[in-house]
């Protein structure tokens, strides 16, 4: 094989949070006499807390009440992912029992936070695959910015071109492209938009599709 490791976003592409957070983020601004602007709320997916803060109050404006929107969405989000089990999306435990037969170690690099990351993945059955997490919270620049990649990376002893890359948002695509890692996307809640189509990785539809194109290799 011409990789010597795998690294994988988490929300979206491992386990089918998105919709779970989404609905939350909604129920939030309900909750806060905010509107839920979708169009916004979308162009966050695949960044870390900070920027998620950033895009939200350029998104809203100054009349909100950034703190207290966050606190009740991160309350209401946390009383689920901290005590259900995400579902996992189709071909993943398929993909991650094929690497591991071949020898290939993975990691998560997520812009999740390390504490909710790890009980998703316990709760979810999937931290028995993975050798090595990064988190949001472990590096200065979030996704666009290819730093966690290069952590996941190093962590794995890998490097970066050497890796294969799995992510679903566009943010995260960019991320992983910039690490010079061989990039597949699987989309979820959004495409691809016009501009990170022209960054030359594999779109396919679920990671079955990609265990397929892997053994076809």
């Excluded at 812009?111 to 988190?135: M, N, P």
Aim: proline share 5%; net charge negative; charged share 25%.
């Amino acid at each position: 094989m011409n990789f010597q490791a795998a690294i994988f976003d988490m929300d979206g592409l491992l386990l089918d949070t998105e919709r779970v957070c989404k609905r939350i983020f909604q129920e939030a601004c309900e909750a806060q006499n905010v509107e839920f602007l979708e169009d916004v709320y979308l162009t966050i997916i695949g960044c870390n807390s900070a920027g998620i803060e950033k895009i939200l109050r350029e998104g809203y404006g100054p009349t909100l009440d950034y703190p207290a929107l966050n606190a009740e969405w991160r309350e209401r989000y946390n009383a689920v992912v901290k005590h259900q089990a995400i579902p996992v999306k189709e071909g993943v435990v398929e993909l991650l029992q094929w690497l591991k037969a071949n020898n290939i170690p993975t990691a998560v690099a997520t812009s999740t936070q390390k504490d909710v990351a790890e009980i998703k993945l316990r709760l979810s059955g999937l931290d028995q695959y993975f050798d090595s997490l990064s988190t949001g919270c472990e590096v200065k620049h979030g996704k666009p910015h290819p730093e966690i990649y290069l952590l996941a990376a190093k962590r794995l002893g890998v490097k970066p071109e050497l890796c294969l890359a799995f992510e679903d948002s566009n943010n995260g695509t960019r991320a992983a492209v910039a690490a010079d890692m061989v990039t597949y996307q699987i989309p979820d809640l959004v495409e691809p938009c016009a501009e990170v189509k022209m960054l030359g990785h594999t779109i396919l539809p679920s990671l079955t599709d990609v265990l397929d194109n892997l053994k076809s290799k």
